[in-house]
């Protein structure tokens, strides 16, 4: 049998199974659901800081959290993230699954060969991904999978609006040509 | 500042196989995200499915023999609605959700390097704008830190039993459907890579 850590790809359902096992570990060692993006929130609240320190006193976001008892720190999440990252390299490594381009295919067919103009779609649409997450309090780890699994309201909703809205987006950047080309 | 180092190593080790799990599971691709949402790729609904229904078995064992507590977003409507909105259209011009675009920097791709330098501006903006934007997420009501079975009045185990009993169906029809037209599944790209 091929050894799974050289695997280019494992099965979804057995990624997703490993997941969900990973979340029992979090709750129980940590108490803590998985989520990406308040750590995102955090370390730039801790830069601002960093860069104009009055601004503890004058954005009300500093006292607000500290009151809710989520003053911004370097915390579980924050090294989660930094594991992700470490994880993927390990992952990817092993296996090889490296070296994909740029432009993405799909993307070079649709919008054509300037790296500048998919790099700077990449930067505003993680902008405004990230902003729209902290809006909402959380992403597809926080909401998706980590809300949706607790059956929270707000993360039902959250990801239904949020992957139909992505849906109708991409239908509308690729159309059925576009879809051709996945 | 810093969690205790037993959690910040808990939160590492946690993230390492979060971030193997999601490379292994091919959602820090580009064309796989915008496959799904083009109909073309089903991964990441088949790895989201599968994570939610064995999740919240687990979870709600757990909450119930009161060894781990809910952790329930609140589900103030402007904030979520707005914040799904701005979301989705992120995600789908990006090709990567957070968590997904972290582990494709650790795949090496550029494209998601230079978008987690957006999501750093993105959340610098939010902060930034705090005091603008919470009265905003509130404009529509807060129902508060809710869930599907407060909200019914009904037991979690119900909805826990209906999750696992969609998910054991709907892979099931997974598996008939590939047995019955075994040239879908060979054509795509994950199952040819998978017995390499």
């Not at chain 1, 750590?39 to 954005?59: C, D, G, R, W």
């Not at chain 1, 902290?134 to 597809?140: E, F, K, V």
């Not at chain 2, 909200?151 to 998910?167: E, I, K, N």
Request: aromatic share 10%; charged share 15%.
């Amino acid at each position: 049998m091929a050894n799974p850590f050289t695997m280019k790809s494992w099965s979804p359902y057995i990624a997703g199974a490993g997941i969900g096992l990973l979340s029992w570990f979090a709750f129980a060692t940590a108490d803590h659901p998985i989520g990406v993006t308040t750590a995102f929130e955090h370390s730039a609240a801790l830069a601002e800081k960093a860069v104009v320190p009055q601004v503890e006193q004058t954005n009300d976001y500093f006292a607000n959290k500290k009151t809710e008892g989520k003053p911004p720190k370097i915390s579980w999440e924050w090294m989660l993230v930094v594991g992700v990252f470490i994880g993927a390299i390990i992952s990817s490594t092993l296996s090889g699954d490296r070296g994909a381009p740029v432009i993405p295919p799909l993307w070079r067919a649709r919008f054509g060969d300037s790296a500048l103009v998919r790099l700077a779609f990449a930067f505003g649409a993680g902008a405004l991904m990230m902003f729209g997450a902290r809006l909402a309090q959380g992403c597809t780890s926080g909401h998706g999978i980590s809300g949706t699994l607790q059956l929270a309201v707000s993360s039902w909703v959250f990801i239904l609006v949020a992957f139909g809205v992505a849906t109708a987006t991409a239908w509308a950047m690729y159309g059925k040509e576009g879809a051709r080309h996945v | 500042m810093f969690d205790s180092p037993e959690k910040l190593a808990l939160g590492l080790v946690t993230g390492i196989v979060f971030g193997f799990l999601l490379q292994k599971g091919r959602v820090a691709k580009f064309e796989v995200i915008v496959g799904q949402f083009l109909f073309k790729d089903w991964t990441v609904v088949k790895m989201m499915g599968t994570a939610v229904v064995v999740g919240a078995v687990g979870v709600y064992a757990l909450v119930t023999a009161d060894m781990a507590s809910l952790h329930i977003r609140p589900a103030l409507w402007a904030g979520v609605l707005l914040g799904a909105v701005c979301f989705g259209i992120g995600m789908a011009v990006f090709g990567y959700c957070p968590g997904t675009s972290i582990a494709a920097c650790g795949e090496g791709r550029r494209d998601a390097m230079v978008g987690v330098l957006g999501m750093f501006a993105g959340a610098s903006l939010y902060v930034a704008l705090y005091e603008q934007i919470a009265p905003l997420t509130k404009s529509l009501g807060d129902w508060g830190k809710v869930t599907l079975p407060d909200v019914t009045g009904t037991s979690p185990w119900l909805w826990v039993t209906l999750l696992v009993a969609g998910g054991a169906a709907a892979l099931l029809f997974d598996l008939v459907m590939r047995r019955g037209t075994p040239t879908i599944s060979t054509g795509k790209p994950h199952r040819a890579s998978a017995h390499q």
